[in-house]
């Protein structure tokens, strides 16, 4: 069998990734070997092979989301997060629905159609509570999208936001593999009840955003690999993959990060396994390299989520450390990134951007 020793280039990786790009799915075993066959020649190729494709769907956008992040208070105590209930270090904080409804009006001044209201599982944003807001937001703004990003919940209560006009939903899957899932989360949660969610959002008819940490505690590539048949399986209609970068005051906070290289060869090979999926280059990329999210559209990245929380709360939403963003207003994140895109080769555009295929409960 070649690989790169023997044949002096990657030839066994560029066979796989040209029948990842031609079928749509490697095996899992497939997978791991294509993981373990990294390196510049074939990210590169990967990465041409995944912006033609982005391109083909999706032409040159960069689509944009506004993100908001409602509370940084959490029940939950989650190993890799800075804003986990355990964290002494962590500062509380969390929006009023006037506070929320300022940032959705300074937002969509700038042009954004879409609004996600990301925070922790917090309490005091009850069901009722986040239906009103999500139904405000709607009211005064019918042309926007709302997604929410605000953990686990019964599926009466995701029931109840998209009746109240919630579009879109966000909850990374962390890992799939249940040993692995053990080894990032506290005993009371578990990897089935985070898939059950998953699946009730998508039969309730959201479009639904899955996702991992790349370079997470303990992460091998078979358990990348069973994150990628998953994704193919569940069909989500984005996934938010970033790098894993340590928090202080965590039980993860003197673990190794994710790497730049890594993250770019999972967005090229995400892109290659679902063609049209939207694919954020996230804050988590742009902190551990300045460059970070420029490499990820030209990896096959086309969402942007810009802060749009008010500067004086940014430092406080430390899911991880030394994040960016956290000294600008929601203006200097536009120009920045509008510049940023730009420069890659990309358009930034502020349209609503719904997945193509939209899924059986949308008109
Ligand atoms: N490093 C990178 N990403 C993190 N997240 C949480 N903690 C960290 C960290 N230390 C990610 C998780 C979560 C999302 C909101 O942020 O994947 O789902
Ligand atoms: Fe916020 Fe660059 S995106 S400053």
Redesign the pocket.
């Known amino acids: 069998m070649s690989n790169v020793n023997e044949s002096g280039c990657n030839r066994e990786g560029f066979e796989l990734i040209d029948r990842l790009e031609s079928e749509g799915k490697l095996n899992k075993n497939e997978f791991v070997r294509l993981l373990s066959l990294r390196d510049g020649s074939l990210m590169e190729y990967a990465a041409k092979k995944a912006d033609a494709l982005r391109r083909k769907y999706y032409d040159d956008k960069v689509f944009t989301r506004g993100l908001i992040e409602v509370s940084s208070y959490c029940k939950n105590d989650c190993l890799y997060c800075g804003l986990r209930r355990s964290s002494r270090d962590a500062q509380r904080y969390r929006l009023s629905d006037d506070e929320i409804m300022a940032c959705c009006k300074e937002g969509y001044e700038m042009g954004y159609r879409t609004f996600v209201l990301q925070g922790g599982e917090d309490a005091f944003f009850t069901d009722e509570h986040v239906c009103s807001l999500v139904s405000s937001i709607k009211e005064k703004y019918p042309d926007c999208a709302v997604t929410l990003s605000i953990g686990e919940k019964e599926r009466d209560s995701y029931q109840a936001y998209f009746d109240a006009g919630a579009d879109r939903y966000l909850l990374r899957h962390e890992t799939y593999d249940p040993e692995h899932y053990k080894k990032l989360h506290p005993k009371e949660m578990s990897r089935d009840h985070r898939i059950k969610c998953l699946y009730d959002l998508k039969e309730i008819g959201y479009q639904v955003g899955c996702g991992i940490m790349v370079g997470a505690p303990y992460q091998t590539f078979e358990n990348i690999a069973d994150d990628l048949l998953f994704m193919k399986e569940f069909k989500p209609h984005m996934v938010g993959i970033g790098p894993f970068i340590p928090a202080h005051d965590t039980p993860f906070a003197s673990f190794k990060q994710g790497t730049l290289e890594e993250t770019l060869f999972l967005l090229s090979i995400i892109r290659l396994l679902l063609p049209d999926v939207l694919l954020p280059a996230t804050t988590a990329l742009g902190t551990i390299n300045p460059i970070g999210r420029e490499l990820g559209f030209k990896a096959g990245a086309n969402v942007v989520m ?2 749009l929380s008010p500067t004086s709360v940014r430092k406080k939403y430390a899911i991880y450390d030394n994040k ?2 956290t000294e ?1 207003g929601a203006g ?2 536009k120009g ?2 509008s510049g940023r895109v730009t420069n890659s080769g990309y358009r930034l555009v502020t349209e609503r951007g719904d997945h193509i295929t939209k899924t059986s409960g949308d008109s």
């Open positions: 810009p802060n960016i963003c600008e200097d994140c920045c990134l």
